[in-house]
């Protein structure tokens, strides 16, 4: 069984920064990728950042690209989301994704519990 446990969100005004993090645990062979999602009320769930674990590659969605930074500690298996520039409309609940290995045969995207980030004044 594998746990995805995010921390970090919270209520900030326009223009401040915020750090999401995101800690894997469990039977863990592996970990391919893991990223991060956001779901605003009434809306779909989105892409929001990934990166492989390896080699450190990052994606980004066009939305926030050079104003949030996705990084990873291997040692940890833990991903961070340093959120800059916040706008009104990245309010919205960060899923953490994960793609891991659990076995030789068994490999499954998992998610956490999600934390909300509001950015307001």
Known sequence: QVQLVESGGGLVEPGGSLRLSCAASGTILSISTMGWYRQAPGKQREFVATI??????????????GRFTISRDNAKNTVYLQMNSLKPEDTAVYYCN???????WSQNDYWGQGTQVTVSS
């Open 52 to 65: 492989i674990h390896s080699g450190g590659q990052t994606i980004y969605a066009d939305s926030v690209k």
């Open 98 to 104: 994960g793609n891991i290995q659990i076995s030789p």
